[in-house]
Structures are given as C-alpha cells and as structure tokens.
Nanobody, 119 residues
Framework: QVQLVESGGGLVRAGGSLRLSCAASGTIFSINAMGWYRQAPGKQRELVAAITRGGSTNYADSVKGRFTISRDNAKITVYLQMNSLKPEDTAVYYC?????????????WGQGTQVTVSS
C-alpha cells in the first residue's frame, strides 16, 4: 500500500505563490506517475498536473505557464509550484500516484490540502 501526505496549502492573495509538496511512503517502489488534482465546491475533480518517473509532464490548460510540477525520485516526493494565483484556483488540492507512467495518475490518493486565493 502507498500513503500520500500533502503539505503547503493555505491562504494567499491573487497574484501570489504557493508551493505544495506530497511525500509518498509504503510500497513506494511501485510508484511511477505522480500528480495533483483539484476540486472546487460544486465542481468535479480535475487534473492540474502530472509527472512520470522519467520526467514527462501533463498540465491542464488553465495552469500552463503559471504552475510547475517537479519531483524528487530519491524522496518519492512531488511538488507543485503555483505562481500568479487567481481566485479561480481556489480548491482542495489532492496528490495522486499511479503504478503506470500515465498522464492521469489515480491508483493512490492523498487526503487533500486547501488552497484559497483571495481577490
């Protein structure tokens, strides 16, 4: 089994930045892709960004140029650097991991961390 623990959420003003982290533990040798999803109130969960063990990335159009996903394969940790934040980025952000090298990781999920962007 794999456990994912997110950190780094919080409250920020529009135009500001936040960095999310997600550390994996457990059967970590099985992990390939890792990524971030978000879910705003009343909306479906959507992919924000994902990255494979080899470094291939996949971004939602709405965050391209503002968010950057990266990972530390030695620590099995994935990061999401969020710049130029907008109020519409407000959501619960979930870390996800997958045993496959896919653009939409979904085998394992974290508990989520709240990101709130004030206008």
């Amino acid at each position: 089994q794999v456990q994912l623990v997110e950190s780094g959420g919080g409250l920020v003003r529009a135009g500001g930045s936040l960095r999310l982290s997600c550390a994996a533990s457990g059967t970590i040798f099985s992990i390939n892709a890792m990524g971030w999803y978000r879910q705003a109130p009343g909306k479906q969960r959507e992919l924000v960004a994902a990255i494979t063990r080899g470094g291939s990335t996949n971004y939602a159009d709405s965050v391209k140029g503002r968010f950057t996903i990266s990972r530390d394969n030695a620590k099995i940790t994935v990061y999401l650097q969020m710049n130029s934040l907008k109020p519409e980025d407000t959501a619960v952000y979930y870390c996800a991991a997958d045993r496959r090298g896919v653009g939409f990781p979904r085998d394992y999920w974290g508990q989520g961390t709240q990101v709130t962007v004030s206008s």
